[in-house]
């Protein structure tokens, strides 16, 4: 139990500078590589592809979402991180050992190093706190004193140091979550996996377990993977995005990149999520093709970057020489990008009303800014 | 009521707390494994084994459907092996609990089956054996209902005692049907009856008790 005898909190491991999802193999936390896997027909029911042509590596250190869907195959690739199934075909390399060729003890030691939290908590309501996050350290053979001070230690690390004797009846759901983060660190893992860990709780203690996370990641290096359906969270935690659907990776790689640059439906719908994408229904009911007289063109435009539609009303209105008005707008941030769209509206004028939807589109085209003319208002 | 007929009662009593302690203290023996791998040997679970469990799930239907006084009667060649002899109340406690162990083994496997899978899928994801989730996780979380399935079970055994009688076991039972009905002595089968049903109310009692004092699930501060 040499092991054991340390106490500190973790060693803080530097995340590695480049962390980009070709990373190569020593950067690599979990890697997989030619994944597939199906669960055959059983009992009348038929077989499912869960997944298919899964190849990409989690780097070290960093904290990745696994975005889809339900049924994309989230949870199968999850319970092939920590060893709960076997892919039909390739393996899951977790910090350099592949995980899918152990079986029995050996694969009951590699789990040590992975830990798990999960959207229902799953504490077990015979314990304690202290006694729930001390279970892993039970099954890994700790002394009872190592177990003691590990488990105050960790009660104090997610921040209920004064739950040490209640049980998971007398807690709140971030309670109990922070419980849960605690025990899925008790043995030190060097991966944390979220399994839709925030979904059932409330916004504001969502926000609050995504920073603990954030703290866990940054003051352990842990590497965190964040399996879930909701874009909210991959925007305030993750670095690196994996968009999974029916079975398949679409798109992968740096959350500001994939999601200012959506390619793929489905990352454009989980983007629509955070953006929206309809206008308000005043001002869509009011749209009409053909120009009234002294009325206004609507223009809608994409902002896609750091920055980038700070100032752009007020250029327009300067270089143009338009008195531009904002119909609607949305703007958010991901991954410190902006990202959200803009709805304009062109004042006709008398004679020169055409010209100036002519000129705002050209002004945008030259900007880089994806616009469409969407029609009038009066 | 004569003190002679007193101490019949207290004799009996005793008799029948002693048939029905032993047989439960065995039939748990047996009953709890059973139980637990019936609740988890099905495809795909802790202990996939499923044609042992669907074996053993058809000899369970098979003793529990065997109406008792049948059993009694049928296995006395085993009771005569196991115990020595098959009269009196130590060759009563074989079928008491070979009857009391399919039946406390559903009970179990109810019991376990009650508790949340995710809590199986969590421990196995800490790289716990199979063994250490049966005492660490299936056995403590299922333990209210655990504790409710021996009461029942023991309050089943009192009225199970009445019939050994028929092969000389003795207890409460076969004290009211030889004195209260054979005898025509209606006090004494009242007797029996008011200690048989305070019996119960005190086991029953005691299993509620235990069962909520363990039971952290819906307690509220």
């Given at each position: 139990m040499n092991a054991h005898q340390s106490l500190a909190v973790g060693q803080p491991i530097a995340p590695p500078e480049a962390m980009s999802l070709l990373a190569t193999e020593p950067d690599a936390m979990v890697r997989f590589a030619g994944i597939s896997k199906t669960y055959p027909a059983y009992r009348g029911k038929p077989g499912v592809n869960a997944l298919q042509d899964i190849d990409?590596?989690?780097?070290r250190g960093s904290i990745t979402g696994v975005i889809g869907r339900s049924g994309a195959g989230k949870s199968s690739l999850v319970r092939l991180i920590n060893g709960?199934?076997?892919?039909t075909t390739g393996q899951v390399v977790v910090d350099g050992r592949n995980i899918s060729a152990l079986a029995g003890r050996d694969l009951r030691l590699a789990q040590r190093s992975i830990g798990m939290i999960f959207q229902h908590f799953n504490l077990l309501s015979s314990r304690t706190a202290a006694d729930n996050i001390a279970l892993p350290l039970e099954i890994a053979g700790w002394a009872k004193a190592d177990i003691n001070s590990r488990v105050s230690e960790l009660l104090a690390l997610v921040g209920i140091a004064d739950k040490h004797d209640r049980y998971p009846s007398e807690l709140s759901g971030g309670q109990k979550q922070r419980v849960g983060i605690a025990r899925a660190l008790a043995t030190r893992p060097s991966v944390l996996l979220s399994d839709e860990a925030t979904s059932a709780l409330d916004p504001q203690t969502t926000r609050a377990i995504l920073d603990l996370l954030a703290n866990i990641n940054r003051e352990l290096g842990v590497t965190i993977v964040l399996i879930t359906h909701e874009m909210s969270v991959v925007r305030q935690l993750a670095k690196e995005v994996v968009v999974l659907d029916a079975g398949h990776v679409v798109e992968s790689g740096d959350?500001?990149?994939?999601?200012?640059?959506?390619?793929?439906?489905?990352?454009?719908?989980?983007?629509?999520?955070?953006?929206?994408?309809?206008?308000?229904v005043s001002l869509a009911s009011r749209i009409v093709a053909a120009p009234p007289a002294g009325g206004q063109a609507v223009i809608r435009l994409q902002v896609r970057g750091a920055g980038a539609g700070d100032t752009l009303v007020a250029r327009l209105a300067r270089e143009l020489g338009l008195d531009v008005a904002l119909l609607s707008a949305r703007i958010d941030e991901i991954g410190g990008q902006h990202v959200g769209s803009l709805v304009l509206g062109i004042p006709l004028g008398i004679s020169s009303g055409e010209d100036a939807v002519t000129r705002t589109l050209a002004f945008l085209s030259q900007h880089q800014f994806p616009a469409e003319h969407l029609g009038y208002v009066a | 009521m004569s003190p002679e007929l007193i101490n019949l009662i207290i004799q009996a009593t005793f008799e029948s707390l002693y048939m029905v302690g032993i047989a439960a203290l065995l039939g748990t023996a047996?009953?709890?494994?059973?139980?637990v791998f019936l609740a988890t040997s099905r495809k795909g679970e802790l202990f996939a084994a499923p044609i042992v469990n669907r074996v053993l799930g058809i000899v369970?239907?098979?003793?529990?459907?065997?109406?008792?006084?049948?059993?009694?009667?049928?296995?006395?060649?085993?009771?005569r092996l196991v115990a020595g002899t098959s009269i009196g109340s130590s060759a009563a406690i074989v079928p008491l609990t070979i009857a009391s162990t399919p039946f406390i083994a559903r009970l179990v496997e109810a019991a376990i089956r009650e508790v949340d899978g995710g809590l199986i899928e969590t421990a196995s994801s800490f790289g716990a054996s199979p063994l250490q989730i049966v005492f660490k996780v299936l056995i403590p979380e299922a333990l209210p209902g655990l504790l409710l399935a021996l009461t029942l079970a023991v309050v089943s055994l009192l009225g199970y005692s009445a019939m050994v009688g028929a092969v000389g076991g003795g207890g409460l039972g076969d004290l009211g049907i030889r004195y209260g009905y054979q005898r025509f002595m209606p006090e004494m089968m009242l007797a029996v009856v008011v200690v048989l049903i305070a019996l119960?109310?005190?086991?029953?009692?005691?299993?509620?008790?235990?069962?909520?004092?363990?039971?952290?699930?819906?307690?509220?501060?």
């Amino acid at each position: 139990m040499n092991a054991h005898q340390s106490l500190a909190v973790g060693q803080p491991i530097a995340p590695p500078e480049a962390m980009s999802l070709l990373a190569t193999e020593p950067d690599a936390m979990v890697r997989f590589a030619g994944i597939s896997k199906t669960y055959p027909a059983y009992r009348g029911k038929p077989g499912v592809n869960a997944l298919q042509d899964i190849d990409f590596a989690i780097p070290r250190g960093s904290i990745t979402g696994v975005i889809g869907r339900s049924g994309a195959g989230k949870s199968s690739l999850v319970r092939l991180i920590n060893g709960l199934e076997k892919p039909t075909t390739g393996q899951v390399v977790v910090d350099g050992r592949n995980i899918s060729a152990l079986a029995g003890r050996d694969l009951r030691l590699a789990q040590r190093s992975i830990g798990m939290i999960f959207q229902h908590f799953n504490l077990l309501s015979s314990r304690t706190a202290a006694d729930n996050i001390a279970l892993p350290l039970e099954i890994a053979g700790w002394a009872k004193a190592d177990i003691n001070s590990r488990v105050s230690e960790l009660l104090a690390l997610v921040g209920i140091a004064d739950k040490h004797d209640r049980y998971p009846s007398e807690l709140s759901g971030g309670q109990k979550q922070r419980v849960g983060i605690a025990r899925a660190l008790a043995t030190r893992p060097s991966v944390l996996l979220s399994d839709e860990a925030t979904s059932a709780l409330d916004p504001q203690t969502t926000r609050a377990i995504l920073d603990l996370l954030a703290n866990i990641n940054r003051e352990l290096g842990v590497t965190i993977v964040l399996i879930t359906h909701e874009m909210s969270v991959v925007r305030q935690l993750a670095k690196e995005v994996v968009v999974l659907d029916a079975g398949h990776v679409v798109e992968s790689g740096d959350v500001a990149d994939i999601f200012t640059q959506p390619k793929h439906p489905i990352t454009q719908s989980f983007l629509t999520e955070v953006i929206g994408d309809s206008l308000p229904v005043s001002l869509a009911s009011r749209i009409v093709a053909a120009p009234p007289a002294g009325g206004q063109a609507v223009i809608r435009l994409q902002v896609r970057g750091a920055g980038a539609g700070d100032t752009l009303v007020a250029r327009l209105a300067r270089e143009l020489g338009l008195d531009v008005a904002l119909l609607s707008a949305r703007i958010d941030e991901i991954g410190g990008q902006h990202v959200g769209s803009l709805v304009l509206g062109i004042p006709l004028g008398i004679s020169s009303g055409e010209d100036a939807v002519t000129r705002t589109l050209a002004f945008l085209s030259q900007h880089q800014f994806p616009a469409e003319h969407l029609g009038y208002v009066a | 009521m004569s003190p002679e007929l007193i101490n019949l009662i207290i004799q009996a009593t005793f008799e029948s707390l002693y048939m029905v302690g032993i047989a439960a203290l065995l039939g748990t023996a047996f009953g709890l494994p059973l139980g637990v791998f019936l609740a988890t040997s099905r495809k795909g679970e802790l202990f996939a084994a499923p044609i042992v469990n669907r074996v053993l799930g058809i000899v369970v239907n098979a003793t529990r459907s065997t109406p008792f006084i049948i059993l009694v009667v049928a296995i006395i060649p085993f009771t005569r092996l196991v115990a020595g002899t098959s009269i009196g109340s130590s060759a009563a406690i074989v079928p008491l609990t070979i009857a009391s162990t399919p039946f406390i083994a559903r009970l179990v496997e109810a019991a376990i089956r009650e508790v949340d899978g995710g809590l199986i899928e969590t421990a196995s994801s800490f790289g716990a054996s199979p063994l250490q989730i049966v005492f660490k996780v299936l056995i403590p979380e299922a333990l209210p209902g655990l504790l409710l399935a021996l009461t029942l079970a023991v309050v089943s055994l009192l009225g199970y005692s009445a019939m050994v009688g028929a092969v000389g076991g003795g207890g409460l039972g076969d004290l009211g049907i030889r004195y209260g009905y054979q005898r025509f002595m209606p006090e004494m089968m009242l007797a029996v009856v008011v200690v048989l049903i305070a019996l119960v109310q005190l086991v029953q009692s005691a299993g509620d008790y235990l069962a909520r004092r363990v039971n952290r699930r819906l307690r509220h501060h």
